[in-house]
Structures are given as structure tokens and as C-alpha cells.
């Protein structure tokens, strides 16, 4: 049975003043069929995500969480979510909708972003990681004012404040929610979708990078279905082509800004980084202490980091203290983060969490190629579906990707498709690759004419004659050298391979080409020697 609550009046304040929302109906059920449903203001949360205000209904009855999205001129259902907590609470953190099962003493994670309306990840605990002191602690060491949190996680006496923080009144601490992007990933086995989840959070960009790499590497390296990887190298390269299409992303101002005019340590600091700093207002005790920590959804870690500030009377900012502004490492197997191999990206697109095409060869493919030195075929297909990945977001993959299948191409003794990627263009020409199939060529001199075609007609004069030179077509090398005007090339190569030749012919030719072709040979030492050699052969 179900009853409609009407005519909720909902206002928005803008920059352009208060916007009133249109009235609409909140859909209730009722537990008998004479009752009335009763809506509490507790059951009724807004929320603001991606710029868009919703609203989350509470049905007690059904157990059920309603969405509602408010446009200018509608108010619109958007899913119902199921509840698993006669009592909850709503946050909003870094776009992500986070439903607290109070009861249950879980939290899940909603992306409306998403397709799907499902959570991000299997329900997550709320954990502790970081405690400041209090007037209570003042006199005691830095060491055991870290000390676990006294109070009782979802206590009754927390107080959810929109969007994210959490007054704790009966501990005297305001909390602020963070997420924990490796707990998440870890949670669930979909690797595409967590890549997904994980590019749209800007948060820790850092972070979401080194995760975003460590799965890939991880999928690779667990030889997933190929159809697999091929969805997550979508994911990966279609966010960083929206960044290009965008003209790039720089650290934005609110990441670069200093707190209060002074550089502040983040609380949950990983590898030596600090977390960006997040501008609040402190909740203010007796004595002038103001206390912030942090709440972490997290499902294998308890570690806790301290940040504290310190108010003087009759001001209205504060200092951190010298605590806090000490890099703080996390410590404990569970709470290192996932390593990427690389070190953090400076430039265009430092701050962002895209990934390009770049980054992708040095921080995986490079990194396992090795480990799969057993299984080129494999690693030939995701090479496939990342170049295909690359061409429907019109990004330009690196030569040493092509190097690099070339390479596993010729360890299968796979020439035919050497040549046939080749003349598709699949393999995209570059000096690099040249040099690579000549080298590969050895075995096959098909694949090795391959490489010298593709220095010729890419224009690179010095290193196709100096190929034609190694393969012993000296008389070759120096017509091509006269049409292009070729004088990077030593003669003395030129005439040592004559005088291997052992045909006197040949080498006066070549004396005469460079007399006629660079007049100051006749100056060189090597012009006497080898008129000499001649005179011996003849």
C-alpha cells in the first residue's frame, strides 16, 4: 500500500538568488492500510553531486532509499535503493553518494555517474584513521595522543552534517569523511567498471593514477580475458582523450592553495605525499584547542595519523601545529599503496587522473613484458586491443609500443604478420621500428628489407646508407648517396668495403665518386692511403 506526501517545497540558492524548486510527490508505504504515513525530517537528506542536487527520501517501511533529482522546472525520480539499517545517514564525498547503514554499521557508495544504479563496491566499515588531541591529552606525548579512538563508531552521539563531516559531540571532534580508493578497488573484481569509478574521482589524483596502473599491470599479469582488457584500456584511454579534447587539466586553484596563507600536511599521507589540504572550520573546545580528524571507509586498515590546530584567543584563524606540518608516513603492510613505477607526473597534466598513452607503455607494458616472456601471444593481443583503444580515441600510441609487438611477433617466429602489420600501417612506420626489424631481420631477410624500405621512405638518407654499407651494398649506397646529396657518411666505410671486395674496378670508382663528390677529400689522409692500396692492386 502506498500513500503520496504532496507539495514539498524545496529552494535552491544560486548566484542568481533563490530558486524555488517545483513542489512534487514523495511516493510512502504504509504498514497497514488505515495508517498514515509519518515523513520525519530525519528520513529526508539533499545532497549535491557532479553540480546536480538530489534528494534521498527514507521509506522505513519498504526499507527502501528513494532518489529524486531536482531540475529547474521538475522533480524528478531517478531509482529507488535498497536499505539494510532502519536508521541511516547521507554524505557526499568527491561526487560519490555514501548511505550510512547506522544500524549495520556499514557504508555503501553510490555513483550516479554511472550506468547503473548499483554500489561501487561491496559494503565498506568505517574505520578510523586519524585522532587529534585534546585539552585532555595536552600534557601527554605525541606518541600516545595517538592512541585509538575511545568512543563507539556511529555512537549516538554523532551528528551527520552535509556533505561530509561527522560531529562527534559526546568526543569533542568533528570528522571529516574520506575515501579510501584502495580499500574500493580492492572490494570488487570488475576491473573495468573500478577504473571507471576511479578515473571520475579527482580527489587524489596521484593516487587514482597508481591504482589505475597497478590494476592494469595486475589484469595482464593474471592473463584475464582479453575481452576484459580490452574494456579497461577504453575506459583508460577514452578519459585521458576527453582531457585532451578539454585542452588539458592543470592543478586547479583549491589544490595549489595553501591553508590560511601556510603549507598544510594532509592527515592520510602515502609515500611520502601529502594529501591535498581541504579548507574547514574547527570545531573550538575550551582552552582554544581546535580538533579535526579524519574517517576513513576502509576494509583492511586501522592505522592513525594525527592533525591538529591550535587557535589564539581573540583571532579567528589558526596555525597548525609543528606535529602536523612533519610529513606523516602511514606504517603497516595494509596500508602501503599499490606501486605504479612511476614517479609523479609534473606539467600539462599534473593534477590529473588521466593516464596517457605514455604512461601506459613505462608503467605496464614495459613492466611486463618481461614476466611474460613465456606467453608472447598473449601479450600480442592486449598490444592489439590497446593500439585499437588508441585509434577509436584518435590518441597516437608510442614507437616502442610497435617495437615492442614487433619483438614478440618475431619470438613466435611470426614473420608473415610482421609484414602484414606493416603494410596496413597497423605497425606505424618510425625510425625506432626500422631499426628494430633489421635487427630481427637477421634470421629473415624478408623482415630486415622491411626495416631498410621503411628508412627509405621515411626519408632518413644517413641510416639507409649506412644499412645498405652493413649489408655490403657499398656500390648502392654511394648512387643513392649522390641522388640525395648524402655527406654524412665517412668515405673510409665506403672504400673499406671496396677493398674487401678485392676488385680494383670497384674501388677506383669509389675514389673518383668522392674526389668529384666532396673536392677536400683529396686533402685526407684517407685519400692517399687508399690511391696507394690501388696502385698495389693494380
Given amino acids: 500500500l502506498c500513500?503520496?506526501?504532496?507539495?514539498?517545497?524545496?529552494?535552491?540558492?544560486?548566484?542568481?538568488?533563490?530558486v524555488k524548486i517545483p513542489k512534487f510527490e514523495m511516493m510512502m508505504s504504509k504498514s497497514e492500510a488505515n495508517n498514515k504515513p509519518v515523513l520525519a525530517a530525519d528520513d529526508v537528506h539533499v545532497v549535491t553531486v557532479y553540480g546536480r542536487i538530489y534528494c534521498l527520501q527514507l521509506d522505513r517501511v519498504n526499507m527502501s532509499l528513494n532518489l529524486y533529482r531536482f531540475y529547474r522546472d521538475a522533480v524528478v525520480q531517478q531509482c529507488t535503493l535498497p536499505t539494510y539499517s532502519s536508521r541511516i545517514a547521507v554524505s557526499a564525498v568527491d561526487n560519490i553518494i555514501m548511505v550510512h547503514q547506522i544500524d549495520a554499521k556499514v557504508v555503501i557508495l553510490y555513483d550516479v555517474s554511472l550506468d547503473s544504479y548499483a554500489p561501487v563496491s561491496a559494503p565498506l566499515p568505517l574505520l578510523v584513521r586519524g585522532l587529534s588531541s585534546n585539552t585532555r591529552q595536552a600534557s601527554q606525548t605525541a606518541d600516545s595522543q595517538s592512541s585509538a579512538y575511545g568512543g563507539t563508531i556511529y555512537g549516538d552521539g554523532w551528528n551527520f552534517l552535509v556533505p561530509d563531516l561527522i560531529c562527534d559531540a559526546e568526543n569533542g571532534l568533528l570528522w571529516k569523511l574520506h575515501l579510501d580508493l584502495e580499500a574500493i578497488a580492492a572490494s570488487s573484481s570488475d576491473a573495468p567498471s573500478v577504473l571507471e569509478f576511479l578515473q571520475r574521482r579527482k580527489s587524489d589524483p596521484s593516487m587514482v593514477k597508481t591504482i589505475c596502473l597497478a590494476i592494469v599491470r595486475t589484469i595482464i599479469l593474471e592473463r584475464r580475458p582479453v575481452t576484459t582488457v580490452a574494456k579497461a584500456m577504453d575506459v583508460v584511454l577514452d578519459s585521458y582523450s576527453r582531457l585532451m579534447k578539454m585542452g588539458g587539466v592543470r592543478r586547479t586553484h583549491e589544490q595549489n592553495q595553501q591553508l590560511g596563507g601556510e603549507p598544510v600536511g594532509g592527515t592520510h599521507v602515502i609515500s611520502q605525499e601529502t594529501s591535498p589540504g581541504t579548507t574547514f572550520s574547527p570545531s573550538v573546545e575550551a582552552g582554544g584547542v581546535a580538533n579535526r580528524?579524519?574517517?576513513?571507509?576502509s576494509s583492511d586498515s586501522d592505522e592513525i595519523t594525527v592533525m591538529s590546530g591550535v587557535t589564539n584567543q581573540g583571532t579567528s584563524g589558526y596555525q597548525t601545529s609543528d606535529?602536523?606540518?612533519?610529513?606523516?608516513?602511514?606504517?603497516?603492510?595494509?596500508?602501503?599503496?599499490?606501486s605504479s613505477g612511476t614517479s609523479m607526473q609534473h606539467g600539462q597534466h599534473a593534477g590529473s587522473v588521466a593516464i596517457s598513452p605514455i604512461e601506459m607503455f613505462q608503467?605496464?607494458?614495459?613492466?611486463?613484458?618481461?614476466?611474460?616472456?613465456?606467453?608472447?601471444?598473449?601479450?600480442?593481443?592486449?598490444?592489439?586491443?590497446?593500439?585499437?583503444?588508441?585509434?577509436k580515441a584518435g590518441l597516437r600510441a608510442p614507437p616502442n609500443l610497435y617495437v615492442m609487438m614487433a619483438t614478440l611477433l618475431a619470438r613466435s617466429n611470426r614473420y608473415a604478420e610482421i609484414a602484414l602489420f606493416v603494410s596496413n600501417k597497423i605497425l606505424e612506420p618510425s625510425k625506432e621500428l626500422a631499426m628494430?626489424?633489421?635487427?630481427?631481420?637477421?634470421?629473415?631477410?624478408?623482415?630486415r628489407k622491411l626495416g631498410l624500405d621503411m628508412l627509405r621512405e621515411r626519408g632518413l638518407h644517413h641510416d639507409y646508407v649506412a644499412a645498405l654499407l652493413q649489408d655490403g651494398h657499398y656500390l648502392e649506397a654511394l648512387r643513392y648517396a649522390r641522388k640525395y646529396k648524402v655527406i654524412t657518411v665517412q668515405p673510409a666505410l665506403f672504400l673499406e668495403k671496396a677493398v674487401a671486395n678485392n676488385s680494383p674496378q670497384n674501388l677506383a670508382a669509389v675514389l673518383s665518386f668522392f674526389c668529384e663528390f666532396t673536392p677536400s677529400f683529396k686533402t685526407t689522409s684517407d685519400f692517399g692511403r687508399y690511391?696507394?692500396?690501388?696502385?698495389?692492386?693494380?
Wanted: charged share 20%.
Fill in 436 to 447: 628494430q626489424l633489421m635487427e630481427l631481420g637477421q634470421p629473415d631477410p624478408s623482415t
Fill in 293 to 297: 580528524a579524519t574517517l576513513n571507509t
Fill in 323 to 338: 606535529a602536523v606540518n612533519k610529513r606523516l608516513q602511514v606504517v603497516g603492510e595494509d596500508s602501503r599503496p599499490l
Fill in 363 to 391: 608503467s605496464v607494458f614495459a613492466l611486463v613484458e618481461d614476466e611474460m616472456i613465456g606467453d608472447p601471444a598473449y601479450l600480442t593481443a592486449v598490444i592489439m586491443e590497446f593500439l585499437r583503444s588508441a585509434s
Fill in 3 to 18: 500513500a503520496k506526501f504532496l507539495n514539498l517545497p524545496f529552494c535552491q540558492f544560486s548566484a542568481g538568488g533563490i
Fill in 531 to 538: 690511391r696507394h692500396i690501388l696502385s698495389e692492386m693494380v
